[in-house]
């Protein structure tokens, strides 16, 4: 990797403890978010709960899913026009912020990225430095998971082989990742990461921030012809909403029944009143 590059990834990671602050949940969650142990149990438990998740999936859910098949049909009818677009001047494949974008989709940048906010959430007791690793995990895990079978039982040839973009050998090699270009793999683990990231963010300008890698990964993968349009926009979705299922585990509501009374009456509101010459209290229940 470029020295020039390592020394953005260090810095990136040298960062981590000091922008910890940006990151935080909503007041509303905080029950939620403290309630869970982000351990190896709860890993596991939620590894069991996304391979049920088919047997759940409701009218949204498939809804979303044609919705992802639709579009990645329609941006095919584009994929030759925009690679000739972009691949007719390569003067800028060896720029920083292409080679930033590619180093997200990266294996050891997502474990660096998990063992940064690690390290930080262990010698400082930071929850939600906790739960952005954990959470890096299991996205890039779960995404890579459902994203790696999808390439290999398609097959589709990569723009580079100049085979067109509608030539697939289905169940190609796993070893042979000429025939393994759509979802985008690269674009896929940006996402997740970025949808992470984003989810935790504390200010707007930190969560719309978060996306920055992702455009240039969505730009990139078409722009260095390792991918056509439409392999970064199916990938990119899966990324996304595997991160937000992710997120939306430890972001639950908890609902404190106990101050629940019998008959259904959460709280008791008593306040004064005036009102010309009258005046009184006013009682209010909230059930």
């Known amino acids: 990797?470029?020295?020039?590059?390592?020394?953005?990834?260090?810095?990136?990671?040298?960062?981590?403890?000091?922008?910890?602050?940006?990151?935080?949940?909503?007041?509303?969650?905080?029950?939620?978010?403290?309630?869970?142990?982000?351990?190896?149990?709860?890993?596991?438990?939620?590894?069991?709960?996304?391979?049920?998740?088919?047997?759940?999936?409701?009218?949204?859910?498939?809804?979303?899913?044609?919705?992802?098949?639709?579009?990645?049909?329609?941006?095919?009818?584009?994929?030759?026009?925009?690679?000739?677009?972009?691949?007719?001047?390569?003067?800028?494949?060896?720029?920083?912020?292409?080679?930033?974008?590619?180093?997200?989709?990266?294996?050891?940048?997502?474990?660096?990225?998990?063992?940064g906010f690690s390290v930080y959430a262990l010698y400082n007791g930071d929850n939600t430095a906790h739960k952005i690793a954990f959470e890096i995990a299991q996205a890039a895990c779960y995404t890579f998971y459902i994203n790696s079978p999808l390439k290999v039982i398609i097959g589709r040839a990569r723009p580079y082989l100049n085979q067109?973009?509608?030539?697939?050998?289905?169940?190609?090699?796993?070893?042979?990742?000429?025939?393994?270009?759509?979802?985008?793999?690269?674009?896929?683990?940006?996402?997740?990461?970025?949808?992470?990231?984003?989810?935790?963010?504390?200010?707007?300008?930190?969560k719309i921030l978060a996306y920055v890698p992702a455009a240039l990964s969505l730009v990139g993968r078409v722009y260095l012809d390792k991918h056509w349009t439409s392999d970064v926009l199916l990938g990119g979705a899966v990324g996304y909403f595997t991160a937000t299922w992710v997120v939306d585990q430890h972001e639950k509501p908890v609902e404190n029944s106990s101050k629940v009374s019998p008959a259904g009456i959460s709280g008791v509101n008593i306040q004064p009143y005036i009102f010309g010459d009258t005046y009184g209290l006013g009682l209010s229940l909230h059930l």
């Open 164 to 206: 067109g973009n509608q030539t697939y050998v289905p169940f190609s090699k796993y070893s042979n990742p000429d025939h393994q270009s759509l979802p985008s793999g690269h674009t896929a683990i940006v996402l997740a990461l970025t949808t992470v990231l984003s989810r935790n963010a504390k200010a707007t300008w930190l």
């Open 1 to 115: 990797m470029d020295i020039i590059l390592k020394k953005y990834l260090l810095i990136l990671l040298i960062l981590i403890p000091f922008g910890s602050s940006l990151f935080a949940q909503n007041p509303v969650l905080r029950d939620s978010v403290q309630r869970n142990k982000y351990d190896f149990l709860e890993f596991a438990t939620e590894t069991w709960d996304i391979i049920k998740q088919p047997t759940k999936w409701d009218g949204s859910d498939l809804l979303k899913i044609g919705m992802m098949g639709t579009g990645t049909f329609l941006a095919m009818q584009v994929d030759e026009p925009i690679r000739r677009a972009l691949n007719h001047n390569t003067t800028y494949a060896k720029s920083y912020p292409i080679l930033f974008a590619n180093m997200w989709g990266e294996i050891y940048f997502t474990e660096l990225l998990f063992a």
